[in-house]
């Protein structure tokens, strides 16, 4: 193309030339290898996605790889014959990129976990909000505060920190840690609303079990399962015992009442008060329960360690501020905060999609290595849908389902702790609508491979 105006055909030159179409791929090639060694180094390929693939560089980038490859098909108009191939792999890479920003922009890639026996419909995804209910009477909660928040690229620090206004108060989120080892640690509450804590030991000639449980707030029950055998603190209901039992009611700051039953047995095995430091038989396999700490107001708070990269043990957390209270709270975890004729629950979370179906868990088997408690195969038995769409399948680790435009794989499963007995099964859920234009666009730019190929042999036997 020729323009008479010399600065715009110089422009339109540079437009269609290798000074800026090498740049480009030079630029692309150094954004996905930094891409690739943050992923590497963080062991996370959510960092590389939000700091890399999502960045204003890459947008940046590959807008000019379609402008430049635009341009220079513009350029050879009126177009001949063998032009064609050319234009066809252009266009090709085009709708590639295109595709790769439709699903990035408009897709679903997430998880979900569904109980044995269960059913589930919502995603997990991983965009994080902020969400904040209130209560004023103690029982009906009020949304007063829901917007996504990006931590990862806008960290917040004290000087620079999120502020939440919630009426005449304010929420301030004051610190992030993206990658965070958690332990939970007790501490003495002034609030009124606040349950007690208790230490103890299980032990017999086999066993010897420390545990901790903490009241969230004295009107509920907290409470350790021992699989055949339960410890529970706070008020409870002795009716319809089906396991050993242990309650511990706070008596006042020094003692607690302790009353053992046995299995069907509705009449107590033992009773009365204990303080720190005692010693109770309960009948149950020859162990004892031992009180090892007592704190009749106490709550349960985040220990936080930055690490420097993403392990199954870590998560994030955010640190907030009300008022004079410092609070840490970690990665789809729930924090209560107590005012004075008010409450608030508090939540960072990953985004829940609804999927408009369920998918509801039949049963789930899992196959392990010979010797060895390692998972060798794993598959679920679900019925996805509802009514007449509903669908049965089984789901595996190589047979994904599709059903709605959804394909859901199997991941992996969750298993208690304490009695390794199977509870959950996690999938992984995606959803592409620009599959078909990356398709499209491979088919394109395959076909102007081939016909490049065969342009260049036809011209070779000619001569």
């Known amino acids: 193309m020729k323009f008479q105006n010399k600065h715009i055909q110089k422009f339109w030159k540079f437009s269609t030339s290798f000074q800026l179409g090498i740049p480009i791929i030079v ?38 790889l379609i402008y430049n490859l635009t341009i220079v098909v513009v350029d050879r108009w009126p177009w001949k014959l063998n032009h064609y191939p050319f234009i066809c792999v252009h266009a090709g890479i085009i709708l590639l990129v295109m595709g790769g920003y439709v699903t990035q922009k408009y897709g679903v890639d997430g998880s979900i976990a569904v109980n044995i026996k269960g059913k589930n419909n919502y995603v997990q995804m991983p965009q994080t909000d ?8 103690g029982d009906r909660y009020t949304k007063m505060f829901e917007q996504e928040v990006d ?72 409470q350790f399962n021992l699989g055949p055998a339960q410890v529970t603190l706070g008020p409870v209901d002795h009716k319809d015992l089906k396991k050993n039992e242990i309650f511990l009611t706070p008596k006042d ?51 936080v360690i930055r690490t420097e990269a993403l392990t ?12 004079a209270d410092k609070h840490w709270i970690v990665l789809n975890d729930l924090l209560k905060i107590f005012g004075t004729s008010e409450a608030y629950l508090m939540t960072y979370q990953n985004r829940r999609l609804d999927l408009g179906f369920p998918i509801e868990l039949k049963n789930f088997k899992v196959s392990r290595y010979q010797g060895s408690t390692k998972a060798m195969a794993y598959e679920s038995e679900v019925t996805v849908g509802t009514d007449s769409k509903a669908q049965s399948a089984t789901i595996s680790m190589n047979e994904p389902l599709k059903y709605n435009n959804y394909t859901i794989y199997q991941a992996s499963f969750q298993e208690d702790e304490v009695t390794r007995e199977l509870v959950a099964s996690i999938f992984s859920v995606n959803y592409d609508p620009g599959r078909w234009i990356k398709y499209l666009g491979s088919l394109i730019m395959s076909f102007g491979i081939v016909w490049l190929f ?10």
């Open 130 to 137: 902020m969400v904040i209910y209130a209560t004023f009477d």
């Open 312 to 323: 199954p043990l870590t998560s994030s957390a955010i640190q907030i501020t009300r008022g």
């Open 253 to 303: 700051n020094d003692n607690v009442i302790y009353t053992v039953f046995h299995r069907d047995n509705p009449k107590p095995f033992k009773t009365g008060l204990m303080k720190i430091g005692d010693v109770v038989s309960t009948g149950w396999m020859a162990l004892e329960f031992r009180l090892l700490d007592y704190l009749p107001k106490a709550t349960e708070e985040w220990d």
């Open 454 to 463: 065969y342009q260049k042999r036809k011209r070779k036997t000619a001569v």
């Open 151 to 222: 931590f990862y690229k806008h960290p917040p620090t004290p000087e620079k920190p999120f502020v939440i206004k919630l009426g005449e108060t304010s929420v301030n989120v004051i610190d992030y840690v993206p990658y965070a080892r958690l332990s939970k640690k007790t501490v003495v509450s002034t609030s009124a609303q606040a349950g007690s804590s208790i230490k103890f030991q299980l032990m017999n000639a086999n066993v010897k079990q420390v545990e901790t449980i903490t009241q969230t707030r004295k009107d509920k029950a907290g």
């Open 27 to 64: 630029s692309i090639a150094v954004l996905i290898a930094t891409g690739t060694i943050i992923e590497a180094k963080y062991n996370d390929a959510y960092a590389a996605r939000r700091l890399i693939y999502e960045s204003w560089m890459m947008y940046l980038t590959m807008g000019l």
